[in-house]
């Protein structure tokens, strides 16, 4: 699914702030524009909220200049109550969709997933929509850069559609270093230009790795990207969707502005951790800030890296600690994993490991548009399971792991969906 870009028009403030946050906590990634943005003709919104609770006239009127400028836009009135005689003169303007604030989550939601298979079918004429696939480590070195350039390696090959890796990370992000590479441009140089960054300047930041994969290189600055780069780094996930049909993106691990642009920006949220106390505390707390941040929860899925045969922590206890299911794992293999790296060729182009099977697997069921297929709990965990669950209650709660229900809401949601 491709982000859309929505435009709030309201004089109120808090409005726009509180329409915006609505916006971004669904399903479907949702980047919020800038009027300027939309005027100057740098961006084509795909949705447009309009306010007319208070001044229906001016409202009205608005909705009636956008229609006349965006033909294909879905817009939406937002009123203060249900008038029938509003709804008419909103409709009249062209409006699509009416709503009083807040809306009605269950038909809200459905009207925006209406507006996404609109924008779908419109972009299925033209080529396939891009997909933003985003990894994020539970801690350091859980594993992230690992199976976000592995992954990213594999969609190139096997995809045979335009692809690019992003590194967020600031100072430190490995996604070259393990490819091999040395770029001359980075992710600074591209939100430096954002304003003129069309699809042939973006072709002269990206390095280019033999699997056909693109690079946009992490910064070499320890404070950038930062706060003030935020909104560049949402306006370059738009542009890149506009040019590439998987976006793989390593944003590290750790929530700053330009991470969260980044997570309202993908389709799927990878959270890589590892089956250790610390990493299930660390993810657990990440899966709950994503929620209070409202970056969509439900795109949210885990994987599992570095599992061994005896875990002290089993599939089962991390899916309970966490309320999410574990989407896929992959198994611990340091030779396989040290040696690609010390020798910059992606373990996935040159080794028959088990490892590489799952990198195969993994990436397969993304290009079917299918969820990774979730692992069976290996048969030894229950025989480890008995003796070792008190100690393992005991070190969560010494941790502050909270031990949930089996199945509950996020994962019993996205299974019924
Ligand atoms: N499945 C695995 N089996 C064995 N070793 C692994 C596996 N995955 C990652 N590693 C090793 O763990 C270390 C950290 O991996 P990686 O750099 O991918 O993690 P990261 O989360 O990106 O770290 P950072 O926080 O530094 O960005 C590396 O030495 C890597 O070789
Ligand atoms: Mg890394």
Not at 35 to 42: M, S
Not at 353 to 366: H, M, P, V
Request: glycine share 8%; charged share 25%; hydrophobic share 45%.
């Amino acid at each position: 699914m491709a982000q859309l870009g929505a435009l709030v028009l309201s004089n109120d403030e808090e409005f726009r702030r509180r329409a915006s946050a609505v916006l971004r906590a669904g399903a479907v990634p949702i980047g919020i524009l800038e009027e300027r943005q939309v005027t100057t003709g740098a961006s084509e919104p795909d949705l447009v909220f309009v306010d007319v609770r208070v001044d229906a006239p001016a409202g009205l009127a608005s909705i009636e200049r956008v229609r006349a400028d965006h033909a294909s836009t879905i817009i939406f009135a937002i009123a203060g109550a249900t008038e029938p005689d509003l709804i008419l003169q909103a409709m009249r303007a062209g409006a699509n969709e009416f709503f009083t604030w807040p809306p009605e989550e269950e038909a809200f939601r459905g009207a925006i997933r209406r507006a996404a298979s609109r924008r779908e079918g419109a972009l299925a004429s033209a080529r396939q929509p891009s997909r933003t696939t985003l990894f994020f480590g539970a801690k350091g070195g859980a594993g992230t850069t690992t199976i976000a350039v592995n992954c990213a390696v594999e969609l190139a090959r096997h995809g045979g559609r335009p692809t690019v890796i992003v590194d967020l990370k600031p100072g430190l992000g490995e996604a070259a270093l393990f490819l091999g590479i040395r770029p001359r441009f980075s992710v600074l140089d591209a939100i430096e230009n954002i304003h003129r960054l069309d699809r042939e300047f973006l072709r002269e930041l990206l390095a280019r790795h033999k699997s056909g994969l693109e690079v946009l290189a992490a910064s070499d600055q320890f404070d950038r990207p930062g706060p003030q780069d935020a909104g560049a780094v949402e306006e370059l996930f738009r542009i890149l969707a506009r040019t590439h049909d998987h976006i793989i993106v390593d944003a590290g691990n750790s929530i700053g502005s330009c991470t969260l642009a980044a997570l309202y920006a993908a389709d799927s949220i990878f959270l890589v951790t590892n089956p250790d106390v610390p990493s299930v505390r660390n993810a657990q707390r990440l899966v709950e800030r994503v929620r209070q941040l409202g970056a969509g929860a439900e795109r949210v899925q885990v994987i599992l890296n570095r599992t061994a045969d005896h875990l002290l922590i089993g599939p089962k206890q991390i899916e309970a600690a966490l309320g999410y299911r574990i989407e896929h794992t992959f198994p611990s293999d340091y030779a396989v994993v040290s040696a690609a790296l010390n020798s910059g060729v992606p373990l996935t182009m040159t080794n028959h490991s088990e490892l590489a099977a799952q990198f195969s697997r993994f990436t397969s069921a993304i290009l079917d548009g299918r969820e990774p297929p979730a692992p069976a709990a290996p048969e030894k965990k229950r025989a480890f399971r008995g003796p070792l669950y008190g100690a393992l209650r005991g070190l969560c709660s010494r941790y502050r792991i909270a031990v949930l229900g089996a199945h509950s809401a996020p994962a019993r949601e996205r299974r019924g969906a």
